[in-house]
């Protein structure tokens, strides 16, 4: 069904691909999925494994669907400076992630801590609140000119 949609909806109007499909690594895979996987990898679109290291079969998800994302879920990200096993699993699912060539997303950043200890471990990107709370479309123009003006000013 996905394959279908897509072929019918993006893949023709969209010739330089930039989707990025996101799986939760909480569900279940199924045996298509890795068909799935490959179809769309051919067709230029990424994958992603949202919430990675939470789920049941991280491990076999690397190998199956070869993703071009993981993103560290926020449980994770929040143990830093706090709890030390859930900081070494951190360490390695970004060691791990290097190793395979996979970018990687910490969710969750909310303190200057969290920021330098996942931006000097190599995560690519970081996400959270640190950066920027959920707001209306309609607000992002006023707080991107008020962001920039901050950096111009050597606030940032």
Not at 16 to 40: I, N, S, Y
Not at 95 to 118: F, K, M, W
Not at 121 to 134: I, N, S
């Amino acid at each position: 069904m996905l394959l279908h949609d897509l072929h019918n909806y993006w893949f023709s109007v969209n010739p330089v691909q930039q989707l990025v499909v996101e799986l939760t690594e909480r569900d279940v895979l199924q045996d298509g999925d890795q068909h799935m996987a490959e179809h769309l990898h051919l067709k230029g679109v990424q994958l992603a494994i949202d919430d990675f290291g939470t789920g049941n079969s991280s491990l076999s998800w690397l190998e199956k669907l070869r993703p071009d994302v993981l993103k560290i879920d926020r449980s994770f990200t929040s143990s830093v400076g706090i709890d030390s096993v859930n900081a070494t699993v951190t360490d390695i699912i970004i060691a791990l992630a290097d190793r395979l060539n996979i970018v990687t997303v910490a969710e969750g950043v909310e303190t200057l801590e969290q920021e330098s200890y996942l931006r000097g471990h190599g995560v690519d990107v970081l996400q959270g609140f640190y950066y920027a709370r959920p707001m209306p479309i309609e607000a992002f123009p006023a707080w991107l000119a008020d962001r920039e003006g901050q950096k111009s000013e050597g606030g940032e």
